[in-house]
């Protein structure tokens, strides 16, 4: 959905100082940009340089599996077929295949039962070749024995015509049996996958077993089947409020960011060493203890005062606004922006929408009733934090949620976009003078009365200017000061993060915990300067033939999507074509944008940011100046196709409908994702990241993602017929997923249709691209001990990229707020969609992972 980039610098929203950042960020939530679609929910709101296409939060990261007990096969039976070996030659030949035959089986078993991870493993024998070898099947030497005379030996020219003839059949008829039997042998050790007994391999193994539940039924509920054994192993660890395969990744790179800021060398760029500058400052916890709350004091004298803590300028409100909103990039009552014009993609222009409401939804603010406790501490945390409002300011807040739109009625950006000059806008919300007010935070760019400016919800923008007019200006100044305090107070001492604590237990579950500062200070950092520290994260992490190797699965995705296009009978023939073509003209964006790795081109993006020792809070504040002062330089310029949306370390992917392009960041094309080396692994890299891509992929055809042409622009290049089918389609899934319930609460089927319409389309182009691939390829090697084929290995390498747990304030959270559906829903609403997954797993019609009535779109 088109919107603001997101602010850069910290967290908008309160964030916790232990919370997962996934792909960056120490906070628990956030808010979506418009502009493009992401895998994962944004998972604090990641800071952003909109020029570069910096973004603050989208990712909640992840890893492979945890290791735990033994566990049985599962009950879809062992992978037959024979172990392929060599056959030896010569007299003798067949006891030694049958010695080695016999050396194998033992070693088979030898290293099962060594494995570390689990109490018991045993290979079924039909695992293995049969025990009569090769030779026990044929001999080596065809013998014919000739009854010989007692009166000697008998030549050949002495015997009969019919006896030469007789012995000549007989040995042309040997010789084709030989023939024969020899190339079934060679046939059948061809076509039947051999097991794959390397160290990788069983380590693999061993991940995947400790993660599963084989006493589930996978025809049941194929989620627990593969994800039940991570569950029980993995409660949600104190200092977060979630937990997934996604976050062991992300602790993973935060390791390896916190050694690389850490151990600065003489040849890092200019930009690099302003990036440890940042980290350093933020884990000077003495100097921020003997700050205090000085730093944001004097802020806010400099902005004019604060009714609640000293005297202030009540007729200060527009210069206060103008400040807030470009020097630290906070939006009280709607958000500024620049970004590319959605129905003139190669422009530039200004954007107005309507801003976030401190809490994550207007949810929150509405239904009280159900929300108490999250308003009654949201309040209290006010007060702590200075005893703000007093509870006056709650009016406001209510006042604003009730003339927000709900994200649901915002799907349809051809309803919500409207372009309007300068002169229009002022007619439209004549609360601000906005002339002045843009002159001044897009300085020095002049703006004139026709200027085009974009905004969505002229309702909104109407009614807010309504709500200000009709406001005391002290609770204007009130509500303007309580979001700066609200996003800075992270950058204070110990008593602001004890207060932020406290209300993120509230808000999220998330029990306290002392989690190591510099958690804290690689999230913030990584979110603020990710790209500065780009470099150093590819470098020690990213194997450039990675780029091929990516590049390569993200075209087998792209024509396996192509290929079910075409078998598409609700699309007529000229959308068809017209949807092709937008496929074949997606953009990839691989590991990481080009610039960062010169550092002459680093350093001048950043040349305009200073870093200063020991000061944490003015270097955050000065990052925010910095940023926007990036993004009003955008203005007068085309949109620039290079630009990133998420720093490399993220573990996240995106689709941008404005520049029709996907991007996959360094920081997922790593396992459970993606592994570069073993051949075994096809199926779990097709299941992983080829879902991945698929996903993305598919979001340039989702319900919002289609209104988009292959040039970027928001216009009608459908034809009605199919427009009219493409929602009946879709239908299906908003019921489906409008039935699944998170402790009595339902999914939000039509909020959520654009990921759900992606999370199909993606398993369902993946598996398609992987058959594919087996065809041309041949088949891959198994994996010990499952008892799983590589088409089973597929669906399960996909559900377990999904294992999770949330604490129940978490999933009420993410129910309102989330595009996404719960991780559960997202694996068994896709694979109840699945016939192919029924056929591989012999699920019986009308069982709960094969329903008779299943949707599709893509």
């Known amino acids: 959905?088109?919107?603001?980039?997101?602010?850069?610098?910290?967290?908008?929203?309160?964030?916790?100082?232990?919370?997962?950042?996934?792909?960056?960020?120490?906070?628990?939530?956030?808010?979506?940009?418009?502009?493009?679609?992401?895998?994962?929910?944004?998972?604090?709101?990641?800071?952003?340089?909109?020029?570069?296409?910096?973004?603050?939060?989208?990712?909640?990261?992840?890893?492979?599996?945890?290791?735990?007990?033994?566990?049985?096969?599962?009950?879809?039976?062992?992978?037959?077929?024979?172990?392929?070996?060599?056959?030896?030659?010569?007299?003798?030949?067949?006891?030694?295949?049958?010695?080695?035959?016999?050396?194998?089986?033992?070693?088979?078993?030898?290293?099962?039962l060594q494995m570390s991870t689990y109490k018991r493993a045993t290979l079924d024998e039909e695992d293995l070749v049969d025990s009569l070898s090769e030779g026990d099947v044929y001999p080596n030497h065809l013998q014919v024995n000739f009854r010989s005379p007692r009166s000697g030996q008998r030549c050949w020219a002495a015997r009969t015509q019919v006896e030469k003839r007789l012995v000549v059949l007989v040995v042309l008829l040997a010789a084709g049996l030989v023939a024969c039997l020899a190339a079934l042998g060679v046939q059948y050790r061809t076509r039947t996958p051999s097991v794959c007994l390397s160290e990788a391999c069983i380590s693999v193994t061993s991940s995947i077993l400790s993660s599963m539940d084989p006493t589930v039924d996978p025809c049941q509920d194929f989620f627990t089947y593969a994800c039940g054994g991570w569950i029980k192993a993995n409660p949600v660890p104190d200092g977060h409020s979630r937990w997934g395969t996604f976050s062991n990744l992300w602790e993973h790179n935060q390791a390896i960011i916190k050694h690389l800021l850490e151990n600065s060398t003489a040849s890092v760029s200019e930009a690099e060493r302003k990036a440890q500058v940042y980290y350093r400052a933020c884990m000077n916890e003495t100097r921020i203890e003997e700050l205090k709350a000085k730093p944001l004091m004097e802020l806010i004298e400099k902005l004019g005062g604060w009714n609640i803590t000293g005297p202030w300028d009540k007729d200060n409100f527009q210069d206060t606004l103008q400040v807030v909103t470009s020097h630290y990039r906070t939006s009280p009552f709607f958000s500024v922006y620049v970004s590319a014009d959605s129905k003139n993609s190669n422009s530039n222009v200004i954007q107005v929408d309507q801003s976030g409401l401190g809490l994550p939804s207007r949810d929150y603010y509405l239904n009280k009733t159900e929300n108490e406790k999250v308003l009654t501490g949201y309040l209290n945390y006010m007060v702590q934090l200075g005893k703000l409002l007093g509870g006056g300011d709650e009016d406001t807040i209510h006042g604003a949620a009730n003339i927000t739109i709900p994200q649901e009625k915002r799907r349809d950006e051809e309803l919500i976009y409207h372009k309007v000059t300068a002169a229009e806008l002022q007619t439209l919300a004549p609360a601000i003078n906005w002339l002045p007010f843009l002159n001044a935070i897009f300085y020095p760019v002049e703006i004139n009365e026709s200027e085009p400016i974009v905004i969505y919800d002229k309702e909104y923008l109407g009614q807010v200017s309504t709500l200000i007019n009709n406001t005391d200006k002290c609770l204007l100044n009130n509500y303007?000061?309580?979001?700066?305090?609200?996003?800075?107070?992270?950058?204070?001492?110990?008593?602001?993060?004890?207060?932020?604590?406290?209300?993120?237990?509230?808000?999220?579950?998330?029990?306290?915990?002392?989690?190591?500062?510099?958690?804290?200070?690689?999230?913030?950092?990584?979110?603020?300067?990710?790209?500065?520290?780009?470099?150093?994260?590819?470098?020690?992490?990213?194997?450039?033939?990675?780029?091929?190797i990516a590049s390569e699965i993200i075209l087998e995705i792209k024509k396996a999507f192509e290929e079910s296009l075409s078998t598409l009978k609700w699309m007529d023939e000229d959308t068809r074509k017209s949807a092709k073509e937008k496929a074949d003209a997606i953009y990839n964006m691989i590991g990481y944008p080009n610039f960062i790795m010169d550092p002459k081109e680093l350093d001048k993006v950043f040349n305009d940011y200073t870093a200063v020792p020991d000061l944490y809070f003015e270097n955050a504040m000065r990052f925010f100046n910095f940023s926007w002062r990036v993004t009003a330089d955008q203005l007068r310029k085309a949109p620039n196709r290079d630009q990133w949306s998420m720093t490399p370390p993220m573990v996240n992917a995106y689709y941008s409908p404005t520049k029709n392009e996907i991007v996959f960041p360094a920081g997922i094309l790593q396992a459970p994702f993606y592994t570069r080396s073993h051949p075994s692994r096809i199926a779990l890299n097709f299941g992983g990241i080829g879902v991945v891509v698929g996903h993305e992929l598919t979001h340039a055809f989702d319900d919002q993602g289609r209104e988009y042409d292959k040039d970027g622009n928001l216009r009608p290049w459908w034809k009605n017929s199919s427009v009219e089918a493409f929602k009946q389609q879709?239908?299906?899934?908003?019921?489906?997923?409008?039935?699944?319930?998170?402790?009595?609460?339902?999914?939000?089927?039509?909020?959520?249709?654009?990921?759900?319409?992606?999370?199909?389309?993606?398993?369902?182009?993946?598996?398609?691209?992987?058959?594919?691939?087996?065809?041309?390829?041949?088949?891959?090697?198994?994996?010990?001990?499952?008892?799983?084929?590589?088409?089973?290995?597929?669906?399960?390498?996909?559900?377990?990229?999904?294992?999770?747990?949330?604490?129940?304030?978490s999933s009420h959270e993410g129910l309102i707020t989330d595009p996404h559906s719960p991780s559960r829903f997202r694996v068994i609403g896709s694979i109840s969609n699945s016939k192919e997954f029924s056929e591989h797993f012999h699920c019986p019609p009308g069982s709960p992972m094969n329903p008779h009535h299943k949707c599709e779109v893509w």
């Open 1 to 112: 959905m088109p919107g603001p980039a997101p602010q850069p610098g910290p967290t908008s929203q309160p964030s916790g100082r232990g919370g997962v950042g996934g792909g960056g960020g120490g906070g628990d939530r956030g808010v979506a940009g418009r502009s493009m679609r992401s895998l994962w929910p944004p998972y604090p709101v990641v800071a952003a340089l909109s020029a570069l296409g910096v973004r603050r939060g989208v990712a909640y990261a992840g890893s492979g599996v945890a290791e735990g007990g033994g566990i049985p096969l599962p009950r879809c039976g062992p992978v037959r077929g024979p172990v392929s070996v060599s056959r030896p030659a010569g007299r003798g030949g067949a006891r030694r295949r049958r010695r080695a035959m016999e050396a194998l089986r033992e070693s088979v078993l030898h290293l099962a």
């Open 480 to 548: 303007m000061i309580w979001n700066l305090v609200r996003k800075t107070s992270s950058f204070l001492d110990q008593r602001f993060q004890d207060a932020d604590e406290k209300f993120m237990e509230v808000m999220y579950g998330t029990k306290k915990t002392c989690l190591p500062r510099w958690k804290f200070c690689v999230s913030d950092t990584e979110n603020t300067l990710g790209f500065a520290l780009g470099p150093m994260f590819v470098k020690a992490t990213f194997a450039e033939d990675s780029k091929n």
């Open 730 to 809: 879709t239908e299906c899934m908003v019921e489906q997923y409008g039935n699944y319930s998170v402790n009595g609460e339902l999914v939000n089927g039509r909020h959520t249709l654009g990921e759900n319409i992606a999370d199909n389309g993606g398993l369902k182009a993946a598996y398609r691209a992987y058959q594919n691939w087996v065809k041309k390829n041949g088949a891959e090697q198994t994996l010990p001990t499952l008892g799983l084929t590589n088409n089973q290995l597929f669906f399960l390498g996909f559900a377990q990229v999904w294992c999770s747990v949330r604490t129940p304030e």
